[in-house]
Structure formats: structure tokens, C-alpha cells
């Protein structure tokens, strides 16, 4: 046990430790003696004064869900990261503050990105295919990732990304017919909001993505409650590092999610992520004992995570722990961020991952961000083996199923197809 994690062991059972969540704290402080030691965080990092006053007028600040009171201090227990923060210090995610003996996040209905996408983009290819995604994102992320494609997000502080200044600018119907970089700088977008924007411009989803859900985790779960009473379906678009209890929260409004396994081995994790492998395997097994419908990414980067035998590790864990019928997308690294040294990933090699994970039981396999495979985005029936839905990048061109089933032989296909 680090000298750290000592402190906040003996701090949280001696000094009148509450959690800010449902549970008892004796819980947590037994998977608090688990965990690893804390993540690093912005040591005095939290916003001056002005600033929270801005901030706290827009109402883009609320208490934090599922943490620790540890004296003046506090732990974060959304993810397993478990920032200890001092008053006055920012969280490794860059969203939540203590102030006060009090743990904020900063990143309350106030995203900075959101567009229309296609469900295919996210990916998600077998939750109704062809329907339109509300998706937004704040700032902020539980990961380092040395790749990451949204880095202008993801590593940055919400005060980098928004404006609080100028009149309020709350989103809702009826929308405007065009909105300038100003204009979302300075935008409100409330769960409630997003429910009404998302049913004014026809998407039957809301997407949580880009960036990382679990950062922003209480604005996810508010959104996630009142779209599920809105009619509304919730896709969680995250790297899967989240702690349990506040997954077993927020799953049971989750009606999709897409779970980047970024690799197969806590080394490659540590070092391309700065992130650890077993909450990722945690939260795939609970999402498939919630029957929550979930589709699998792994991002092959060369020299991190092209290994063929790790691979099939991989391949072989999900078909043992999953069962044959979750999707699997091999995904093709471009050069970005901290790796734009690296090569595009070769075909040769997602081929043969995609051989791979075939040959281990998978009967959904994909390859995305590749152009030069015919059948990259096909779903094949598992039976008789004819293609039953073809794509082309995002776009569905053929959908040969009724009901869920080959139109062909009758099999079911794994998915969700119909309300
Ligand atoms: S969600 Fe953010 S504040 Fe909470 S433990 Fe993870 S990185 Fe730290």
C-alpha cells in the first residue's frame, strides 16, 4: 500500500468519511483497498473566483455523484482513476473541482461539440442501422491515450472550450437555422434541452461520445434518465473505464454503447492509455449480464497493439466471456496527436486479425476507416452465410433481414432492429 493510499484509507475511516452515492462508504473504502493508488491530479487547478462566478451563473457547475467526503478533502469514485483532491485542486479528467470540502464538476450541460450522425458512425451496426444520432461531448477524459483523434477535446479544461461571457444562450426548440463557433462556445444544452433538440430534429438517439461519458458522467446520467422517459434511446460511446457502481447506475438507462477495448495486456494499457485493462473486462461483463446491447472497437496501432497473438487473446476472451455473437470492429489507426510518427495500420494485418477473430467464433467482424476491403462493413448471416446488411462507410446499401432474421434462411442475427 503506497503512503497515499494509506492516508486516504486512514483519513476516510477515521476523519467521517460519506459517499456521495447510493451504497454504504464501508463499501467503497473496501474497493478504495483494492484499487491502485490515485491518479495524479491538477494540484491548485480549480478556477479562480471570476471564473466559478461565470461559470456557477450558468448553472454549468453541480455536485459531483459518487464520491468521498474525506475531511477537506475528497475522492472521486467514478472511475477507476479515484482522484483524491485537496480543496483547490482539479481532477486528471480536467472537469471536477473541490471547493470547499465539496467535489463539482465543471462540465454540467455545457457540451462543446454536438452534431447529427449517423448510428453507423458511433459505431453501433446492429442497433437500428440507418437512424440518425443526437451526439454531443464535453471537454475532458478519464485516458491519455497517445492517439487519441479528438485530443482538442479530450485534453482540455472546460474553461478552454467554452465561453461564459455575453448574454445566455440556451438551446432548445424552436432551433435556429444555423449556429456559429461563438454561438457553442457560449450555448447551454441541459438534459432537458437535449431530450427536446434531439426530438426536434428527428433522431431517435442520444449519444454520449467523442470525448469520454464517464468525465462527464453526472451530465450523461441526468440526460440518459430524462431521454429514456422522453421515448428517446441512450448510446453510450466510451473506453469502458468506470467503476461499478456508478456503471450499474447509469446502465439502466443505457440502451446501447460501444466499448473501445484499446488492447489485451496491462502493459500495452499503461503506455498507450495510461489506463489498466481490468475495469475495461469488468464493465464488457456488465453490460452483457445487464443485457445492455454493446458492440466492441480495438483500434490496431502499429508496434502498440498490432500483435497477432495478442489478438487472438483478445478474440478469445470475448468469444469465452461474451459469447460468438458480439460484434467486433478492428478499427485502422491514422497517425494523431503523440503517435504522428507512426504508420497508417497495413491492410495485410487487419485482414488477418479479422481471419483471427473468425476462426475464434466471432460471427460479427468488422474493419473500419478502410476503403479498400469490399466487405469491411458487412454483417454476413451467421448460417447460410449470404451478406444481409451491406455499408458503405456509414451508409446502409443493402438490408436483406425481416424481423431480425435472414431474409434468406430465417436465422436470427445478433442485434437490435425494431422498436
Ligand atoms: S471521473 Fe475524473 S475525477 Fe473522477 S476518478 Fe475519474 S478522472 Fe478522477
Not at 399 to 409: H, P, Y
Request: aromatic content about 10%; overall charge neutral.
Amino acid at each position: 500500500m503506497t503512503r497515499r493510499r494509506a492516508l486516504a484509507c486512514g483519513a476516510a475511516a477515521f476523519a467521517g468519511a460519506s459517499l456521495r452515492c447510493s451504497g454504504s462508504w464501508m463499501d467503497s473504502l473496501l474497493h478504495l483497498g483494492d484499487s491502485e493508488a490515485p491518479a495524479e491530479v491538477f494540484k491548485g487547478g480549480a478556477p479562480s473566483e471570476e471564473v466559478w462566478a461565470l461559470w456557477s451563473g450558468r448553472s454549468w457547475v453541480k455536485e459531483a455523484s459518487h464520491y468521498l467526503k474525506l475531511g477537506a478533502n475528497v475522492q472521486c469514485k467514478v472511475c477507476p482513476n479515484n482522484c483524491i483532491l485537496e480543496p483547490g485542486d482539479r481532477s486528471h479528467c480536467r472537469n471536477r473541482v473541490n471547493r470547499g470540502g465539496t467535489l463539482y464538476t465543471m462540465v454540467y450541460g455545457n457540451p462543446c461539440t454536438f452534431h447529427v450522425d449517423p448510428v453507423e458512425k458511433k459505431p453501433l451496426f446492429h442497433f437500428y442501422p440507418g437512424t440518425r444520432a443526437f451526439s454531443l461531448a464535453t471537454s475532458g477524459c478519464v485516458f491519455r491515450c497517445l492517439n487519441c483523434q479528438n485530443w482538442e477535446i479530450s485534453q482540455k479544461m472546460p474553461e478552454e472550450t467554452k465561453d461564459p461571457s455575453g448574454p445566455e444562450f440556451r438551446l432548445r426548440p424552436p432551433l435556429p437555422s444555423s449556429l456559429t463557433y461563438e454561438d457553442i462556445a457560449r450555448v447551454s444544452l441541459f438534459p432537458d434541452d437535449v431530450v427536446a433538440v434531439s426530438k426536434a430534429l428527428g433522431c431517435p438517439s442520444v449519444a454520449y461520445t467523442y470525448s469520454e461519458p464517464t468525465a462527464f458522467y453526472e451530465y450523461t446520467y441526468d440526460t440518459c434518465r430524462l431521454a429514456r422517459e422522453g421515448g428517446l434511446k441512450n448510446i453510450v460511446v466510451s473506453c469502458g473505464s468506470i467503476e461499478e457502481r456508478p456503471l450499474l447506475d447509469l446502465a439502466q438507462f443505457v440502451d446501447a454503447a460501444h466499448v473501445d477495448l484499446k488492447g489485451f495486456d496491462d502493459e500495452t494499457y499503461r503506455r498507450l492509455n495510461s489506463g489498466k485493462l481490468e475495469p475495461i473486462l469488468r464493465t464488457l461483463k456488465t453490460y452483457n449480464q445487464m443485457g445492455v446491447w454493446f458492440e466492441v472497437i480495438n483500434l490496431i496501432v502499429p508496434t502498440y497493439t498490432d500483435n497477432l497473438e495478442s489478438i487472438k487473446r483478445m478474440c478469445g476472451w470475448l468469444v469465452d466471456n461474451l459469447g460468438p455473437d458480439r460484434p467486433l470492429h478492428f478499427s485502422r489507426f491514422h497517425p494523431e496527436h503523440k503517435l504522428d510518427h507512426l504508420p497508417v495500420t497495413p491492410i495485410d494485418i487487419l485482414v488477418r486479425a479479422r481471419d483471427a477473430a473468425r476462426s475464434a467464433g466471432l460471427r460479427y467482424v468488422y474493419l473500419g476507416n478502410v476503403r479498400e476491403v469490399a466487405d469491411a462493413g458487412t454483417t454476413y448471416c451467421p448460417n447460410c452465410r449470404r451478406p444481409v446488411i451491406e455499408r458503405d462507410v456509414y451508409s446502409v446499401t443493402s438490408f436483406q433481414l425481416d424481423a431480425g432474421r435472414c431474409r434468406f434462411c430465417g436465422t436470427p442475427v445478433a442485434g437490435v432492429w425494431t422498436a
